[in-house]
């Protein structure tokens, strides 16, 4: 078992409005990053947070935007939705070791967002 | 930039057959290979992964070796079952030469394996 929570399981909004999804990552592990999959795709790496600080970002626009709290759990907001941002939203928790490129990343079973 | 290339989809093997799915990588760094699997509706549960150049990975049956030399990480299974039918895929993820690492996990497209009894 991974031991990754994420809510809610599914939503649905409306273009233009905002959304916050949430996770809960392992015991122990202070990174999480977020992902998002469309339909048929592979995951594509939105942040990854650890300890608090966002430490490394990928091609996503300012409108997503994230949190970590002390507790290393997480946020990801996504403003002005749009159709495209249609999709599963994983978030994978890892134990931040001295080199993160090894460790082992878990994944939540995903927030499945539907823009209409 | 980095990325990772799947071989094209999807697969259907009968049960106890060979399996091979291919993955090659293009990277700048000295990344870390990992095969992900995705059940229907579930999240990704990691496979196995590999670290350094001649590594061998293996879990549940299935292998995979870091190729170095072929820039490779092809998933094999010796004799598939039923219960191997999902979507699986290839990733990397590497630390950048100035040490300002994260683990931005870089994904092939997946590939469907479908086995029939």
């Known amino acids: 078992e991974t031991g990754v929570t994420q809510s809610p399981t599914h939503l649905i909004k409306t273009r233009g409005q905002q959304v916050t999804l949430r996770c809960s990552s392992q015991s122990g592990h202070n990174t999480v990053s977020w992902y998002q999959q469309a339909l048929g795709q592979g995951p594509q790496f939105i942040f990854q947070y650890y300890r608090e600080e966002e430490n490394g970002r990928g091609n996503f626009p300012p409108r997503f935007s994230g949190l970590q709290f002390p507790n290393y759990s997480s946020e990801l907001n996504v403003n002005a939705l749009e159709l495209d941002d249609s999709a599963l939203y994983l978030c994978?928790?890892?134990?931040?070791?001295?080199?993160?490129?090894?460790?082992?990343?878990?994944f939540g079973p995903g927030t499945r967002l539907t823009v209409l | 930039g980095d990325s990772v290339t799947q071989m094209e989809g999807p697969v259907t093997l009968s049960e106890e057959a060979f399996l091979t799915i291919n993955c090659t990588y293009t990277?700048?760094?000295?990344?870390?290979l990992f095969w992900y699997v995705q059940y229907p509706g579930e999240g990704l549960q990691l496979l196995l992964k590999?670290?350094?150049?001649?590594d061998k990975g293996s879990n549940k049956g299935f292998e995979a070796t870091y190729r170095k030399e072929t820039t490779s990480f092809h998933l094999e299974k010796g004799s598939v079952q039923v219960s191997d039918s999902a979507v699986y895929f290839c990733a990397l993820s590497y630390s950048n030469a100035g040490g300002t690492s994260y683990g931005k996990l870089t994904f092939g497209q997946g590939t469907i394996l479908t086995v029939h009894p």
């Open positions: 590999a670290t350094k150049a001649d």
């Open positions: 994978a928790s890892s134990p931040g070791t001295s080199d993160v490129s090894t460790d082992t990343q878990y």
């Open positions: 990277a700048t760094g000295y990344p870390s």
